[in-house]
Nanobody, 116 residues
Framework: QVQLVESGGGLVQPGGSLRLSCAAS????????MHWYRQAPGKQRELVASITSESTNYADSVKGRFTISRDNVKNMVYLQMNSLIPEDTAVYYC???????????WGQGTQVTVSS
């Protein structure tokens, strides 16, 4: 059974930092492209960052502030978020996609709130 478990969310002041973690189990982790998505109240879920074994990609809104990384030994993916702004407030979800089949799994999400 595949499980993705996010952690690390919370309340942070503008300009602060958080590090999200996603622990994966039940899958051959190295064969999956890993993504972080977020969904703010009343908005559609949006892709924040992606990582393969060779490359990373970021949404324009987080470039230069967020860094995605993975540890294929520990089956973990991380999202380091710096210089947080209120617009980053959302539930953040970990997503794993197996290429080329497209089979995908989601975590339950972790809340990030940026507020003074």
């Amino acid at each position: 059974q595949v499980q993705l478990v996010e952690s690390g969310g919370g309340l942070v002041q503008p300009g602060g930092s958080l590090r999200l973690s996603c622990a994966a189990s039940g899958l051959t982790f190295g064969r999956y492209v890993m993504h972080w998505y977020r969904q703010a109240p009343g908005k559609q879920r949006e892709l924040v960052a992606s990582i393969t074994s060779e490359s990373t990609n970021y949404a324009d809104s987080v470039k230069g502030r967020f860094t995605i990384s993975r540890d294929n030994v520990k089956n973990m993916v991380y999202l380091q978020m710096n210089s947080l702004i209120p617009e980053d407030t959302a539930v953040y979800y970990c997503n794993a996609v197996r290429a080329p089949s497209g089979v995908a799994y989601w975590g339950q999400g972790t809340q990030v709130t940026v507020s003074s």
